[in-house]
């Protein structure tokens, strides 16, 4: 038997059929277009999930299951996305209407947790008991798992690691707090600071300017990564600074939670040594378990986007 994943993002649906050795044997996608009726977004969904499943040579009586993983506040036991920013919907029984147009039974997670259990069963965090994936991306997504099961609380909104705030009356956060972890650490907050120390006028070299063909809005998340490689050390400035906010974040989630593993994904994840080499430093230095034996594994996802989709097809 098979099971299928759908990942629905803010741009694209894609949809993939996973084997029992949690390997995506066939896909579709397309885009997702929003704002459109939620019945649009549906079609849409049904159509990218029956093009996998016909790509494999099966029929949907061979596919055990179908999840979903869905940006913004999902409640997994009825069936409805209670609120999601990126898709303009609220209470949207997706569940009933999808099973209404494919006919097999479908579960809908978080996005973020979806992507966590793919790393956990595939990935990064693979033969773990507990472990937590963040991605670093517009925002800071965030997937718990405890003793192999998701974490999301009593009311399915736990995991909001991005929202805990490390600097009282800080940065105004898309949430509308001041001081959010993602408001610094997600990718738009390391493009925030690059442009901050193109502004102000006192660069001692030209590289990161180079690296944005002097243009700032062609800044992106490798722009500092690429100019400090170069040796620009105003560029390094901004890293160092970025690297201070985002272990913050990441001490404070190993005191809490103590997992195995805590792996890192998004787009700046593919700096790999030269993003993790100085976050364990300063890891080492401040949490609380230094003297243990047994600490927390730093690593990057390995599945990327195929994390959300192997995850979203063996939810439970």
């Not at 009593?154 to 995991?159: F, I, L, M, R």
């Not at 390094?236 to 809490?256: C, H, K, R, S, W």
Request: glycine share 12%; hydrophobic share 40%; proline share 2%.
């Amino acid at each position: 038997m098979y099971r299928l994943g759908i990942d629905l993002g803010g741009t694209n649906i894609v949809a993939g059929l996973v084997n029992k050795d949690y390997k995506i044997v066939a896909r579709a996608s397309c885009k997702t277009n929003v704002p459109r009726p939620e019945s649009e977004i549906c079609d849409s969904m049904a159509e990218v999930a029956k093009k996998a499943v016909a790509k494999a040579g099966i029929t949907m009586e061979d596919v055990e299951s179908i999840g979903i993983g869905v940006p913004g506040a999902v409640n997994p036991k009825t069936g409805v996305i209670e609120y999601s920013a990126n898709l303009f919907f609220h209470n949207w029984e997706v569940v009933k209407m999808m099973e209404e147009r494919l006919g097999t039974k479908v579960i809908i997670e978080n996005d973020a947790n979806a992507a966590a259990l793919g790393e956990y069963l595939a990935g990064s965090a693979k033969g773990a008991k507990n472990a937590v994936a963040i991605t670093l991306g517009t925002g800071v997504g965030g997937g718990i798992i405890i003793d192999g099961k998701i974490y999301s609380g009593s009311n399915y909104a736990g995991a909001e690691l991005g929202h805990m705030v490390i600097v009282k009356d800080g940065k105004e956060c898309g949430c509308g707090r001041k001081g959010c972890w993602e408001a610094y650490a997600s990718a738009t907050g390391l493009i925030n600071l690059t442009k901050q120390k193109i502004l102000s006028g006192k660069l001692d070299y030209s590289y990161i300017l180079k690296q944005c063909d002097g243009d700032i809005n062609k800044v992106n998340g490798k722009t500092a990564f690429d100019a400090a490689a170069a040796g620009d050390p105003d560029a390094q400035e901004v890293l160092d600074e970025y690297f201070g906010y985002l272990a913050t974040g990441l001490v404070n989630i190993i005191n809490i939670f103590q997992p195995d593993v805590l792996c890192i994904g998004g787009g700046i994840s593919n700096q790999g040594e030269n993003l993790l080499s100085p976050l364990r430093k300063i890891i080492e230095e401040e949490r609380y378990t230094k003297h243990n034996d047994k600490q927390t594994k730093l690593c990057t996802c390995t599945l990327a986007n195929d994390a959300g989709i192997i995850g979203a097809a063996f939810l439970d």
